[in-house]
């Protein structure tokens, strides 16, 4: 347990997730869109937790292992595609899932004595490019004032 309380890039990460999503509600409600509690435990929204997290691994890695490091090697491949994930192909299903929403609706309506119920499918599940962006603009930061003052300068 204490070689996990001294990991550098995974208290980074975690503190990065953390900030995310608490950022979630606070950035819905200065948006003029209200304070909506939910935001603190969902995958969507700006900024990106995954993104955000990916991105404070790796800048930790880079500032610990190295930029010519295997370790870091890896880290940056798999924020990259933890990124193009939440980008495309998370996005994608989201937008799908309220299409399918809105088809299971009609239905619905159209057979209102039939054995047919709604579904409701979640549509927050990915990202626009602006929302990982920030997710990896806020991981960077605190991964690298975090491995800073704890590594360099505590």
Same mark, same amino acid.
């Given at each position: 347990?204490?070689?996990?309380?001294?990991?550098?890039?995974?208290?980074?990460?975690?503190?990065?997730?953390?900030?995310?999503?608490?950022?979630?509600?606070?950035?819905?409600?200065?948006?003029?869109?209200?304070?909506?509690?939910?935001?603190?435990?969902?995958?969507? +929204?700006?900024? /990106?937790?995954?993104?955000?997290?990916?991105?404070?691994?790796? &800048? #930790? *890695?880079?500032?610990?292992? !190295?930029?010519?490091?295997?370790?870091?090697?890896?880290?940056?491949?798999?924020?990259?595609?933890?990124?193009?994930?939440?980008?495309?192909?998370?996005?994608?299903?989201?937008?799908?899932?309220?299409?399918?929403?809105?088809?299971?609706?009609?239905?619905?309506?159209?057979?209102?004595? +039939?054995?047919? /119920?709604?579904?409701?499918?979640?549509?927050?599940?990915?990202? &626009? #490019? *602006?929302?990982?962006?920030? !997710?990896?603009?806020?991981?960077?930061?605190?991964?690298?004032?975090?491995?800073?003052?704890?590594?360099?300068?505590?």
């Amino acid at each position: 347990m204490a070689d996990l309380l001294e990991n550098t890039a995974l208290i980074a990460a975690v503190i990065s997730f953390i900030v995310a999503q608490v950022l979630k509600p606070i950035l819905n409600a200065a948006a003029g869109k209200g304070w909506e509690w939910h935001l603190l435990k969902t995958t969507g +929204g700006m900024p /990106s937790s995954h993104s955000s997290t990916a991105a404070a691994i790796t &800048s #930790s *890695i880079a500032m610990t292992e !190295g930029l010519a490091s295997p370790l870091f090697a890896l880290a940056f491949f798999v924020t990259i595609v933890i990124m193009n994930d939440a980008m495309n192909v998370r996005y994608e299903t989201g937008k799908h899932s309220k299409l399918l929403n809105e088809w299971s609706q009609i239905l619905s309506d159209m057979h209102k004595n +039939g054995p047919f /119920s709604p579904q409701n499918f979640k549509t927050m599940v990915g990202h &626009s #490019s *602006i929302q990982v962006i920030a !997710g990896a603009v806020l991981g960077l930061t605190i991964g690298i004032l975090y491995t800073y003052f704890t590594r360099f300068h505590g």
